[in-house]
């Protein structure tokens, strides 16, 4: 687990008066149970080195934040909230959660010092968690084809066939697929290769080390999360495969004009990719009891439901799979892609960020990235291969003026919204020792809405509340009995923006419209239905203002009501879309064979020319797309 240097050096600090409020609301916030310590200066100072690797302003807004609810209680109590006994403040933390404009700053706060406390090691451990320990790490052949970048001779030019930029679900693929053809291919990761001793379990750790985030601006603030490591999102995400739905591809032919992607035509390459990827349904002991709950109130509504088919023969539930797989039973790119491209002669430099696109020509020739010393490298190819993701590929196409005299770089992105419930019930779940998403209900599919499993380890379960204090640790206190789910929407348009953002990270510009939200709050209740009908004595849900449901009369008034975008507390992992396919080069940025209509030789391969929404996890889909791309790169190149 994380455990922070209490005083880092550089880290700016608060001012005293300014410390002694904060640790006042964090000592309310998380005051411990018979279980669970308390939140302490130890807590505190890590919130502090957090917001500092963020960045100096995320410093600047904590320490404003602070001030603000420490000062909110002096009009009614004529005291700062430091001041007050521990009834008053536990009162206060109730008013600020109801308060539209206290809430968001205490919940910033909240989020922020449940993130690192309950990761400490002697937190986790109090809780059930199992410390990840691996020794005598295995170190297969291959390796001698990575390359740390920072290792290499900067004058000596990189000389290769097919250079490809990004090592996940795009990436890898196509850079397999092209080596199994012959050709000599280079992989550059900006990220790290990690290995499974990497993947202890922390929380605060793997959002560090192994995540890219983004945030969407508009009427609900909702994170974005991808992986930043060889492996891209697969290294981190839950193993869920799916094939992209017959709908959607029927609704890509529409749009397109085209037969390309009829369920027919892609039949071939969901087949390859599934067989690379070992893809078998959930070991039942492995989902856990879970799968009882699920199946038992869908039976008695008369839904469809199923185990998920996953990326991960012989996996037992244990660990949790966003924060890496600790077994290596997740077959993502890292494992099932790349190291069979290695053996093949292709060469993987990490540490190198790419910069700029070569043009020699009117044609892309290669590429310039730049180490962790600051160096830039050199890349030439006969094909540039773009697989950053549908944020950092716009991005780098915008920073570099590329391929845009469409107009649709960076537009026409959907993220599946996707929010939390949960369902208190008498069994025990024990949700931490099993597959995070192991089992679905795949009736809703048709109307937007997956209702799946999402079972968090310990050290992640106190982020789902939104409560503070005595609340907070009475919630904790029943997880052992509560079954979690995600609910995923496909968006209502494809209306999101990406633009550079501060510091050159990605901004995501995007809406949620009337139909996302009441799409939302229908999965809402159809999973709050499934869970009474399968015995739950409480409901909660990831909203500002319904939270907790104890009976079916609350119920009742929860379907009826109308939610607003910015009560639902949403994340995305799937963004997609933001360079579109089709075959007018006024009205699209890549063709059919994936490569840019405006600079010949550099091809996009990753979300980015997934049309979405999916309604599903997008992982096979862009492998599959992927896979198909490398067929039409190869004949180019011949």
Same mark, same amino acid.
Request: net charge neutral; aromatic share 8%.
């Given at each position: 687990?994380?455990?922070?240097?209490?005083?880092?050096?550089?880290?700016?600090?608060?001012?005293?008066?300014?410390?002694?409020?904060?640790?006042?609301?964090?000592?309310?916030?998380?005051?411990?149970?018979?279980?669970?310590?308390?939140?302490?200066?130890?807590?505190?100072?890590?919130?502090?080195?957090?917001?500092?690797?963020?960045?100096?302003?995320?410093?600047?807004?904590?320490?404003?934040?602070?001030?603000?609810?420490?000062?909110?209680?002096?009009?009614?109590?004529?005291?700062?909230?430091?001041?007050?006994?521990?009834?008053?403040?536990?009162?206060?933390?109730?008013?600020?959660?109801?308060?539209?404009?206290?809430?968001?700053?205490?919940?910033?706060?909240?989020?922020?010092?449940?993130?690192?406390?309950?990761?400490?090691?002697?937190?986790?451990?109090?809780?059930?968690?199992?410390?990840?320990?691996?020794?005598?790490?295995?170190?297969?052949?291959?390796?001698?084809?990575?390359?740390?970048?920072?290792?290499?001779?900067?004058?000596?030019?990189?000389?290769?066939?097919?250079?490809?930029?990004?090592?996940?679900?795009?990436?890898?693929?196509?850079?397999?697929?092209?080596?199994?053809?012959?050709?000599?291919?280079?992989?550059?990761?900006?990220?790290?290769?990690?290995?499974?001793?990497?993947?202890?379990?922390?929380?605060?750790?793997?959002?560090?080390?192994?995540?890219?985030?983004?945030?969407?601006?508009?009427?609900?603030?909702?994170?974005?999360?991808?992986?930043?490591?060889?492996?891209?999102?697969?290294?981190?995400?839950?193993?869920?495969?799916?094939?992209?739905? #017959?709908?959607?591809?029927?609704?890509?032919?529409?749009?397109?004009?085209?037969?390309?992607?009829?369920?027919?035509?892609?039949?071939?390459?969901?087949?390859?990719?599934?067989?690379?990827?070992?893809?078998?349904?959930?070991?039942?002991?492995?989902?856990?009891?879970?799968?009882?709950?699920?199946?038992?109130?869908?039976?008695?509504?008369?839904?469809?439901?199923?185990?998920?088919?996953?990326?991960?023969?012989?996996?037992?539930?244990?660990?949790?799979?966003?924060?890496?797989?600790?077994?290596?039973?997740?077959?993502?790119?890292?494992?099932?892609?790349?190291?069979?491209?290695?053996?093949?002669?292709?060469?993987?430099?990490?540490?190198?960020?790419?910069?700029?696109?070569?043009?020699?020509?009117?044609? $892309?020739?290669?590429?310039?990235?730049?180490? =962790?010393?600051?160096?830039?490298?050199?890349?030439?190819?006969?094909?540039?291969?773009?697989?950053?993701?549908?944020? #950092?590929?716009?991005?780098?196409?915008?920073?570099?003026?590329?391929?845009?005299?469409?107009?649709?770089?960076?537009?026409?992105?959907?993220?599946?919204?996707?929010?939390?419930?949960?369902?208190?019930?008498?069994?025990?779940?024990?949700?931490?020792?099993?597959?995070?998403?192991?089992?679905?209900?795949?009736?809703?599919?048709?109307?937007?809405?997956?209702?799946?499993?999402?079972?968090?380890?310990?050290?992640?379960?106190?982020?789902?509340?939104?409560?503070?204090?005595?609340?907070?640790?009475?919630?904790?206190?029943?997880?052992?009995?509560?079954?979690?789910?995600?609910?995923?929407?496909?968006?209502?348009?494809?209306?999101?923006?990406?633009?550079?953002?501060?510091?050159?990270?990605?901004?995501?510009?995007?809406?949620? $419209?009337?139909?996302?939200?009441?799409?939302?709050?229908?999965?809402?209740?159809?999973?709050?239905?499934?869970?009474?009908?399968?015995?739950?004595?409480?409901?909660?849900?990831?909203?500002?203002?319904?939270?907790?449901?104890?009976?079916?009369?609350?119920?009742?008034?929860?379907?009826? $009501?109308?939610?607003?975008?910015?009560?639902?507390?949403?994340?995305?992992?799937?963004?997609?879309?933001?360079?579109?396919?089709?075959?007018?080069?006024?009205?699209?940025?890549?063709?059919?064979?994936?490569?840019?209509?405006?600079?010949?030789?550099?091809?996009?391969?990753?979300?980015?020319?997934?049309?979405?929404?999916?309604?599903?996890?997008?992982?096979?889909?862009?492998?599959?797309?992927?896979?198909?791309?490398?067929?039409?790169? =190869?004949?180019?190149?011949?």
């Amino acid at each position: 687990m994380l455990d922070l240097d209490p005083s880092p050096a550089g880290a700016p600090a608060l001012d005293p008066r300014t410390r002694r409020a904060a640790l006042a609301l964090a000592e309310a916030i998380v005051p411990g149970s018979r279980t669970v310590r308390p939140a302490d200066e130890r807590s505190l100072a890590q919130v502090e080195e957090v917001a500092a690797r963020i960045s100096p302003w995320a410093s600047r807004l904590l320490s404003g934040f602070v001030e603000l609810l420490d000062r909110a209680p002096i009009p009614t109590t004529g005291r700062r909230f430091a001041d007050l006994d521990g009834a008053a403040q536990q009162a206060q933390l109730e008013r600020f959660e109801r308060d539209p404009v206290l809430r968001t700053p205490l919940g910033v706060l909240a989020f922020a010092l449940k993130f690192v406390h309950f990761d400490r090691l002697d937190v986790y451990e109090s809780l059930g968690g199992k410390l990840n320990v691996v020794q005598h790490e295995e170190r297969p052949r291959y390796l001698s084809q990575v390359v740390e970048a920072s290792a290499w001779d900067a004058n000596d030019e990189i000389e290769c066939e097919v250079v490809v930029v990004g090592t996940g679900a795009g990436g890898a693929v196509v850079g397999k697929e092209l080596a199994d053809r012959g050709f000599a291919v280079a992989f550059v990761e900006e990220g790290a290769l990690h290995g499974r001793s990497s993947f202890t379990g922390s929380s605060v750790q793997a959002h560090f080390d192994f995540y890219r985030g983004s945030l969407t601006l508009g009427n609900a603030a909702m994170p974005i999360f991808m992986g930043r490591l060889v492996g891209g999102s697969t290294a981190i995400n839950t193993g869920s495969c799916f094939r992209t739905p #017959p709908w959607v591809l029927d609704r890509w032919c529409e749009d397109i004009g085209t037969d390309a992607f009829t369920p027919e035509a892609m039949r071939p390459y969901f087949e390859r990719v599934e067989r690379q990827l070992q893809v078998e349904e959930a070991n039942a002991k492995a989902v856990g009891p879970i799968a009882d709950v699920i199946a038992r109130g869908c039976d008695a509504l008369g839904w469809s439901h199923r185990r998920m088919m996953r990326n991960a023969p012989g996996c037992m539930g244990e660990g949790f799979c966003d924060f890496g797989c600790r077994t290596d039973a997740r077959k993502s790119t890292n494992l099932s892609y790349i190291p069979p491209a290695l053996e093949k002669g292709s060469m993987l430099f990490t540490g190198l960020r790419a910069t700029r696109v070569r043009v020699e020509g009117g044609r $892309a020739v290669g590429i310039e990235g730049v180490d =962790a010393k600051g160096r830039t490298l050199r890349v030439r190819a006969d094909a540039v291969v773009f697989s950053g993701g549908a944020l #950092p590929t716009p991005l780098f196409l915008l920073q570099q003026g590329l391929c845009n005299s469409s107009g649709q770089v960076g537009r026409n992105l959907t993220v599946h919204p996707s929010g939390g419930f949960a369902g208190l019930l008498d069994e025990q779940l024990d949700a931490h020792k099993h597959i995070p998403q192991g089992y679905y209900v795949d009736e809703h599919l048709r109307d937007g809405i997956l209702i799946n499993a999402a079972q968090p380890d310990v050290n992640f379960t106190a982020i789902f509340f939104p409560e503070t204090g005595h609340r907070l640790m009475e919630h904790l206190s029943h997880a052992d009995r509560m079954a979690f789910f995600g609910v995923l929407i496909a968006d209502h348009a494809a209306s999101g923006v990406v633009r550079p953002g501060p510091g050159g990270l990605p901004l995501a510009r995007y809406s949620l $419209a009337r139909e996302d939200v009441a799409r939302i709050h229908d999965g809402f209740v159809r999973t709050g239905e499934m869970l009474w009908a399968a015995g739950a004595k409480r409901l909660f849900m990831a909203t500002t203002s319904w939270r907790v449901v104890r009976d079916r009369a609350e119920w009742r008034r929860f379907t009826e $009501a109308r939610l607003n975008a910015s009560e639902l507390m949403l994340t995305s992992y799937h963004p997609l879309g933001t360079c579109k396919m089709g075959t007018d080069p006024k009205t699209s940025v890549v063709g059919l064979d994936h490569e840019t209509h405006d600079l010949p030789g550099l091809f996009l391969v990753d979300a980015s020319t997934v049309p979405g929404p999916l309604g599903v996890n997008p992982q096979v889909t862009i492998m599959a797309m992927a896979t198909r791309a490398a067929e039409r790169i =190869a004949d180019k190149l011949r």
